[in-house]
């Protein structure tokens, strides 16, 4: 079964407005990662927390990971319609942090 | 560098043919996995591989084998395609070392018939 779950499933807002997309797990991890996947392409890495962290920033990236309550949460300030995709957080193991468990992901549409 | 690439990029087999979908990567990479994605789903694990010559068993493997010679190269292999079996393939690679990241191909879209 999958270990992560996203929320919403799918989100549509308008360019320039904040995009908040939510993930939770079920077991202990090691690292929570989140990738963007554009449609008909493959998945790329966005940005990584580690397990002993709680918030990090990467340019219009912001992830916060609250390990007491298992989940995570992906904010995308000032979107833009380039942002259109959908968004996985993948959960590495405590036990193997190279194994990833992939959520069933978040479509988000930027309009125009 | 050509990073991860994948052949071919779309298939059609008949129930019960086999082939081999291809992987390499030319990163130098440790890990290798293979995923399948279906529609409207996240990606589920089928093989990985952390180095030439050892493979572990993912979520979903049933069905498929994997080798690996070489740190380059990971095929997977269809033994009797079924129809469950139709989606979309990625393999990925990762850096071994703590860093996780994990580079993804274009993927390959099979359909069994």
């Known amino acids: 079964s999958q270990q992560g779950e996203e929320d919403p499933q799918a989100l549509s807002i308008q360019e320039g407005e904040n995009a908040t997309m939510n993930c939770s797990y079920k077991?202990?991890?090691?690292?929570l990662q989140w990738y963007r996947q554009n449609s008909g392409r493959g998945l790329v890495h966005l940005i990584l927390?580690?397990?002993?962290?709680r918030e990090k920033h990467s340019g219009r990236l912001r992830v916060t990971l609250d390990t007491s309550k298992k989940s995570s949460s992906l904010l995308i300030t000032a979107s833009r319609a380039a942002d259109t995709a959908s968004y996985f957080c993948?959960?590495?193991?405590?036990?193997?942090?190279?194994?990833?468990?992939f959520g069933e992901g978040t479509q988000l549409t930027v309009n125009p | 560098n050509a990073g991860v690439t994948q052949t071919p990029k779309f298939q059609v087999l008949k129930t019960g043919q086999s082939m081999t979908l291809q992987c390499a990567q030319d990163?130098?990479?440790?890990?290798m996995s293979w995923y399948r994605q279906d529609p409207g789903m996240g990606l589920r694990l089928i093989h990985y591989?952390?180095?030439?010559?050892?493979?572990d068993q993912g979520e979903v493997p049933n069905g498929y084998n994997v080798s690996r010679s070489t740190t380059e190269d990971f095929p997977l292999r269809l033994l009797s395609a079924a129809p469950s079996q139709t989606s979309v393939y990625f393999c990925?690679?990762?850096?071994?070392?703590?860093?996780?990241?994990?580079?993804f191909g274009p993927g390959t879209r099979l359909t069994v018939t």
């Open positions: 993948a959960t590495g193991l405590e036990t193997s942090g190279s194994r990833l468990t």
């Open positions: 077991t202990s991890i090691n690292n």
């Open positions: 927390i580690r397990s002993n962290e």
């Open positions: 990163m130098n990479h440790e890990y």
């Open positions: 591989s952390v180095g030439a010559g050892i493979t």
């Open positions: 990925a690679s990762q850096r071994a070392g703590g860093t996780y990241e994990q580079y």
